[in-house]
T-cell receptor
Framework: DAGITQSPRHKVTETGTPVTLRCHQT?????MYWYRQDPGHGLRLIHY???????DKGEVSDGYSVSRSKTEDFLLTLESATSSQTSVYFC???????????????????FGPGTRLTVT | GESVGLHLPTLSVQEGDNSIINCAYS??????FIWYKQESGKGPQFIID?????DKRQGQRVTVLLNKTVKHLSLQIAATQPGDSAVYFC??????????FGPGTRLSVLP
C-alpha cells in the first residue's frame, strides 16, 4: 500500500461520540485525501490537504473535520458520529515526487488499506 | 475485510478469456483518466492511466481505450486470470485537481 497506514482498521462506536481516524504516510507526498466508500457509490472525497495546515473541503465534508500538523499525518475527525457516517474510509496520497512505474502522471493516488467504521 | 459494494454491476468471464470493463465519464473537460483495481479488504490499486490526447494505451495484459466523442472509457484485460477477480473503477480528472470516481464493476473469473 505504498507506505500508507490507517488506524484503526475497524471501529464500532455509538451515535454522538467523537471519532478520529489517522492516516500516516512514509512517502513524503505533499497531497493527502480522505474518501468514504459506500455501496452503490464511487469513492467520495471528504477533505483533502495540499500541505501542512493547508486543507480544504470535498464534496461530502459535512460532519467531518481534518487536521494536518505534519507532512506524514492526516487526521479525520467525526465530532459527533451519526449512523449515516457508517462507511469504509480510505486515505490516499499523491504528489509531485515522480509517478509510479507505468503511470503518466505524478497525480495518481495511492490508497491506504481502509478503515471500516460502524456507528450504532 | 471491507466490502466494496453489494449492488455493483457484475461481469463474469471464463478464465483465459478477455474481459472488457466499461466506464462512462461525465465531464468533457477531463483530461486525465485512471483505472483502479480493488480487491476485497484492500484499498484501490492503480492499473493504468491515459491522457485525453490519447485514444489507446497498453500495459501488461491491460489496454485502456478512450472515446472522447461519447465520453467512454474501457479497460481490456487479456487472458483473464483468477487473480483478476476484483472491483474495477475509473476515475476522471484534471491535472492538479481532484478526481471523480465511478461506482465500479465487479469482475468475477470463472474456473
Amino acid at each position: 500500500d505504498a507506505g500508507i497506514t490507517q488506524s484503526p482498521r475497524h471501529k464500532v462506536t455509538e451515535t454522538g461520540t467523537p471519532v478520529t481516524l489517522r492516516c500516516h504516510q512514509t512517502e513524503n507526498h505533499r497531497y493527502m485525501y480522505w474518501y468514504r466508500q459506500d455501496p452503490g457509490h464511487g469513492l467520495r472525497l471528504i477533505h483533502y490537504s495540499y500541505g501542512v495546515k493547508d486543507t480544504d473541503k470535498g464534496e461530502v465534508s459535512d460532519g467531518y473535520s481534518v487536521s494536518r500538523s505534519k507532512t506524514e499525518d492526516f487526521l479525520l475527525t467525526l465530532e459527533s458520529a451519526t449512523s449515516s457516517q457508517t462507511s469504509v474510509y480510505f486515505c490516499a496520497i499523491s504528489g509531485p515526487t515522480g509517478p509510479i512505474a507505468g503511470a503518466l502522471s505524478s497525480y495518481e493516488q495511492y490508497f491506504g488499506p481502509g478503515t471500516r467504521l460502524t456507528v450504532t | 475485510g471491507e466490502s466494496v459494494g453489494l449492488h455493483l454491476p457484475t461481469l463474469s468471464v471464463q478464465e483465459g478469456d478477455n474481459s472488457i470493463i466499461n466506464c462512462a465519464y461525465s465531464n468533457s473537460a477531463s483530461d486525465y483518466f485512471i483505472w483502479y483495481k480493488q480487491e476485497s479488504g484492500k484499498g484501490p490499486q492503480f492499473i493504468i492511466d491515459i491522457r485525453s490526447n490519447m485514444d489507446k494505451r497498453q500495459g501488461q495484459r491491460v489496454t485502456v481505450l478512450l472515446n472522447k466523442t461519447v465520453k467512454h472509457l474501457s479497460l481490456q484485460i487479456a487472458a483473464t486470470q483468477p487473480g483478476d477477480s476484483a472491483v474495477y473503477f475509473c476515475a476522471e480528472g484534471n491535472y492538479g485537481q481532484n478526481f471523480v470516481f465511478g461506482p465500479g464493476t465487479r469482475l468475477s473469473v470463472l474456473p
